[in-house]
């Protein structure tokens, strides 16, 4: 059984301060990991993919992997109210008949309040 | 590229009605998945499929059944509905093993 845990939130924080997710997962060979955001009564949309451990950027969000620790985090910085939503982590299945399919997490609902 | 579309976007049954979710992609994509999602939960995988042909099952597939006569779509059927199959059901698509897996707009079923 693939396992992926997230923060249980909510997360709350105010407009322009850095909102911190954190995840951790089972699977010690899994090699694919997503962040996804979900908007309320919307479909998940991908945000960022990390594959390598260290950390990955793209505009305000970064995405951090640590394989030994089985943990990866995504950072949004200057969090704005169009950031609040459901954020969803995601693992591969790495082998036989998990390949190709993603295990989500229950997901952070995070807050930016003006 | 239309990406991931599902029909309906909403549909209410009632308990032993049977029907189809229609689910099609236009990105050529090998992979499709059916996801169920509960309020407050993650997505549970239903079915999916590799290609053409070839399906299996996932977390909670009872209850459905799929097919995957076609590379683009991938329909969800639900035999006898029942109140517990009360849910939006997300379809998704993907191009190759470990990576991004793209969503339609979601079916969101309610059984009475």
């Known amino acids: 059984q693939k396992e992926v845990e997230q923060n249980s939130g909510p997360l709350s924080v105010p407009e322009g301060a850095i909102a911190s997710l954190n995840c951790t997962y089972s699977d010690r060979g899994s090699q694919s990991f997503f962040w996804y955001r979900q908007y309320s009564g919307k479909s998940p949309e991908l945000i960022m993919f990390i594959y390598s451990n260290g950390d990955k950027e793209d505009g305000r969000f970064t995405a951090q992997l640590n394989k030994a620790s089985q943990y990866v985090s995504l950072l949004i910085r200057d969090s704005q109210p169009s950031d609040s939503a459901t954020y969803l982590c995601?693992?591969?299945?790495?082998?036989?008949?998990?390949?190709?399919?993603?295990?989500f997490g229950r997901g952070t609902q995070l807050t930016v309040w003006p | 590229n239309a990406g991931v579309t599902q029909t309906p976007k909403f549909r209410i049954l009632k308990i032993g009605q049977s029907m189809t979710l229609q689910c099609a992609q236009d990105?050529?994509?090998?992979?499709m998945y059916w996801y169920r999602q509960d309020p407050g939960m993650g997505l549970k995988l239903i079915y999916y499929?590799?290609?053409?042909?070839?399906?299996d099952k996932g977390e909670v597939p009872n209850g459905y059944n799929v097919s995957r006569s076609t590379t683009e779509d991938f329909p969800l059927r639900l035999e006898l509905a029942a109140p517990s199959q009360t849910s939006v059901y997300f379809c998704?698509?993907?191009?190759?093993?470990?990576?991004?897996?793209?969503f339609g707009p979601g079916t969101r079923l309610l059984v009475l």
């Open positions: 998704a698509s993907g191009n190759r093993v470990g990576e991004t897996q793209y």
């Open positions: 995601a693992v591969n299945g790495n082998r036989g008949s998990t390949l190709g399919r993603l295990y």
């Open positions: 990105m050529n994509h090998n992979y």
């Open positions: 499929s590799v290609g053409a042909g070839i399906t």
